[in-house]
């Protein structure tokens, strides 16, 4: 065969469409009947699962504490989605605090051009993870 023929390169372009198509859908349907919330804490807007581990900026809480979030922005119970003017009625987040941390280093570095000016200087935000236990609303 020579070497740039069809059956070199694999299955058509359009079977591999199509098998993303698929999945893409499956994963689609699979969303639709998830209740979720998307809430806001420390100025940064989450989106929250029954059962999922999230990384916030940091509470005053300590580990193991159990935390409320009332600034819910949006919810959907799998069939309808309220959206709030600004925040959703009576809808909250409650969430355990499984402990703290810091992210990965992030390096600031100035520089100017032919001046000799360069400043070099790490930062390491602080977070607190969480696991979200249930959404009411």
């Known amino acids: 065969m020579s070497r740039g023929s069809?059956?070199?390169?694999?299955?058509p372009f359009?079977?591999?469409?199509?098998?993303?198509?698929?999945a893409f859908d499956e994963a689609q349907r699979d969303r639709e009947d998830v209740t979720y919330a998307v809430f806001r804490t420390g100025g940064k807007q989450f989106r929250a699962e029954p059962g999922?581990?999230?990384?916030?900026?940091?509470?005053?809480a300590g580990?193991?504490?159990?935390?409320?979030?009332?600034?819910?922005?949006?919810?959907?119970?799998g069939e309808a989605v309220k959206v709030g003017r600004p925040t959703v009625k009576g809808a909250s987040v409650k969430a355990e605090v499984?402990?703290?941390?810091?992210?990965?280093?992030?390096?600031?570095?100035?520089?100017?051009?032919?001046?000799g000016y360069r400043r070099?200087?790490?930062?390491r935000q602080n977070y607190t993870e969480i696991q979200v236990d249930e959404i009411l609303g």
């Not at 069809?6 to 299955?11: E, I, Q």
């Not at 359009?14 to 698929?22: A, E, G, S, Y």
């Not at 999922?52 to 005053?60: D, I, N, Q, S, Y």
């Not at 990965?104 to 001046?115: E, P």
Request: aromatic share 4%; proline share 3%.
């Open 14 to 22: 359009d079977d591999i469409l199509w098998l993303t198509r698929k």
């Open 52 to 60: 999922e581990r999230l990384k916030v900026p940091t509470l005053a």
């Open 120 to 123: 070099k200087q790490g930062h």
């Open 98 to 115: 499984l402990g703290h941390g810091r992210g990965k280093k992030v390096i600031v570095f100035k520089r100017k051009r032919r001046k």
């Open 6 to 11: 069809r059956l070199d390169r694999g299955p």
């Open 63 to 77: 580990a193991g504490d159990a935390v409320t979030f009332e600034d819910v922005l949006l919810l959907s119970d």
